[in-house]
């Protein structure tokens, strides 16, 4: 019980540090950050902790030094994370 338990807490941190993120980069809030992630993994058929994960993984690889990188930086990377996703 208790490994079913941190396996859900670790999904559900992914798919949270996901959200925080996207709600930064976007604008946007808790529900449609969410609502975006739940889009992107059904229309690229990907599992949504995975594809949390990834963009986690991809936004935190970018070269963050004077400034953030273009909004279109984030924009390429949201839609392509589902072919570095695990599957």
């Known amino acids: 019980m208790s490994e ?6 670790e999904a559900r941190s992914g798919i949270e540090q996901a959200k925080g ?3 930064l980069i976007y ?10 992630l739940r889009w992107r993994s ?3 058929n990907t599992r949504l902790k ?3 994960q990834q963009l986690v993984k991809d936004f935190l690889e970018l070269d963050y030094h004077e400034q953030l990188p273009h909004r ?3 924009d390429r990377l949201l839609l392509t994370a589902h072919l570095r996703a695990d599957s």
């Open 21 to 23: 993120m996207l709600m």
């Open 72 to 74: 279109s930086v984030y």
């Open 42 to 44: 059904q229309e690229t």
């Open 4 to 9: 079913a338990v941190a396996e859900i807490s």
């Open 50 to 52: 995975s594809l949390a």
């Open 27 to 36: 604008r946007i809030g808790e529900d449609a950050a969410f609502e975006l």
